[in-house]
């Protein structure tokens, strides 16, 4: 009795703390995960540039060029290098002497070796860079090269904010007509319902069912094609934002709520194209090809460095360098090396020349881009203005087509109306909402390019 007494514990001990195990570990895989799951329009942008691998390697670029910096200005720092060499002579090399030198008879020679059978010798040589114009040069264009970076980074960025902006605006877009789409479909059904019981009553003919059916399916298919749109506008989202493509999230943002939040302050704001940051992206690469045609003419001046050379030299008949009682011999070298350019066949003032041609077309590029730039924010205001107007002007369409619709529709209960002017006000409501879905699109699309236009990115 006691044993199974004791074994019903243990079960239940055991199930007790299995179950906690479970728990625990649910618990522990719903922690895993702790990123944000629904985002506005700015965090969706916000966690974009944090978490898009393009903008990461556009960062990567920016670190790679303060690396570039340093070893650029480590060129022109004492290099240090040590070194050992060790040679065993297995059959020393034999010189014939003549023996007259040792009383011997002229005209003939002894054999005599030299040298001794293990030779050693350790050497430490520092250099020093002591003038060049080319280094000077090339430290103001890798500085000049991380500022590139970082104004490659900041325009990627704003393309980043753009793209992600744009999704999600298709995201608005495809639910809001999904929502449109499911009412108006609900509306018809119904009416397709009445208009059936009609028919079988006698009070309507089968066309008129027809009518009805034709409407119910051409919604259908819109709302199926909204759906699909949601589907994958959401998809593209969460790939720009770097959050994985399996993953979900809502968007709280609403086409209505974005759209009441725009004033006429973009229309106002004042434009200065060097503060915008293509401008500045091409400013900065007119530097660089200036610094290149400046360092191609500093290849004309001389360049001076110094080395110290220090080695200890050993020569055993054995191998016993560790010995300390053995003798190493020292030999230390101070020396200058000065290299002075003379004569290169043209080849550096042809370079000179190549870069000269270079900064011009860049210099010709900032110019252009700054009209370009004049011109495409005057457009974008343009686009901005006639955007809100046509937005308006479906806003008053969509209240007038639901008007018709609702007194067609209780028209149309009352027998007054065939069910092709049913028919034709429902499409007619149909095609009002996705007007004016569309021009709220439209109306932030232009928000969105008078904002790149003018740099707010």
């Known amino acids: 009795m006691k044993r199974k007494m004791k074994y019903k514990m243990n079960k239940h001990t055991l199930l007790v703390l299995t179950l906690c195990f479970l728990f625990a570990g649910y618990g522990n895989a719903q922690s895993t995960d702790n990123r944000k799951s629904s985002f506005t329009l700015e965090e969706a942008q916000e966690f974009a540039i944090e978490n898009n691998l393009n903008i990461e390697n556009a960062r990567l670029d920016v670190e790679s ?8 200005a ?17 059959q020393l090399m034999t010189q014939l002497i003549p023996a007259e030198f040792f009383q011997g008879e002229p005209g003939t020679y002894i054999p005599v070796k030299f040298g001794t059978q293990h030779n050693a010798t350790a050497n430490v040589i520092a ?15 890798a500085s000049t090269y991380k500022e590139l970076t970082k104004k490659s980074l900041r325009k990627q960025e704003a393309d980043m904010r753009e793209a992600v902006a744009q999704s999600y605006y298709s995201i608005l877009l495809a639910e809001a007509g999904k929502d449109a789409f499911e009412k108006n479909l609900k509306t018809m059904r119904t009416r397709l319902d009445e208009t059936k019981a009609m028919y079988e009553t006698g009070f309507l003919e089968e066309t008129d069912v027809d009518q009805i059916q034709i409407a119910v399916s051409t919604l ?6 909204a759906s699909q749109l949601a589907e994958m506008s959401y998809r593209f989202l969460v790939y720009r934002m770097g959050y994985g493509l399996d993953s979900n999230i809502v968007i709280t943002d609403s086409l209505k709520g974005i759209i009441a939040g725009l004033t006429d302050e973009l229309l106002q704001q004042d434009f200065n194209v060097t503060n915008h940051y293509d401008y500045k992206l091409v400013d900065t690469q007119e530097k660089l090809a200036y610094l290149q045609v400046k360092m191609n003419k500093f290849e004309y001046m001389p360049t001076l460095s110094a080395y110290f050379n220090h080695q200890q030299m050993a020569m055993r008949n054995s191998f016993n360098f560790t010995d300390m009682d053995e003798q190493w011999y020292p030999a230390t070298m101070l020396g200058f090396n000065l290299d002075i350019p003379i004569f290169a066949s043209g080849m550096r003032r ?25 011109l495409q924010v005057s457009q974008a205001r343009i686009n901005f203005r006639t955007a809100y107007q046509r937005y308006l002007n479906e806003r008053s369409n969509i209240e ?6 609702d007194r067609t529709t209780i028209k149309y209960q009352s027998g007054v109306v065939s069910s092709l002017e049913m028919t034709i006000a429902t499409e007619q409501l149909t095609g009002s909402q996705t007007g004016f879905i569309s021009t709220m699109v439209d109306l932030l699309t232009a928000k969105l390019e008078l904002d790149k236009s003018l740099g707010n990115l």
Not at 400 to 405: G, R, T, V
């Open 65 to 72: 060029a303060v690396q570039r910096v340093r070893e650029n």
């Open 74 to 90: 480590a060129m022109g720092l004492p290099q240090i290098n040590a070194g050992a060499q060790y040679t065993n002579n297995l």
């Open 127 to 141: 250099n020093q860079l002591l003038f060049s114009g080319p280094y000077i040069v090339g430290l103001q264009a």
């Open 220 to 225: 259908e298919n819109e709302f199926i094609a």
């Open 350 to 374: 042809a370079k000179i020349g190549q870069s000269r041609i270079e900064h011009e077309k860049t210099k010709n590029t900032k110019k252009d881009l700054s009209i370009g730039l004049e």
């Open 400 to 405: 007038l087509s639901q008007k018709i619709f």
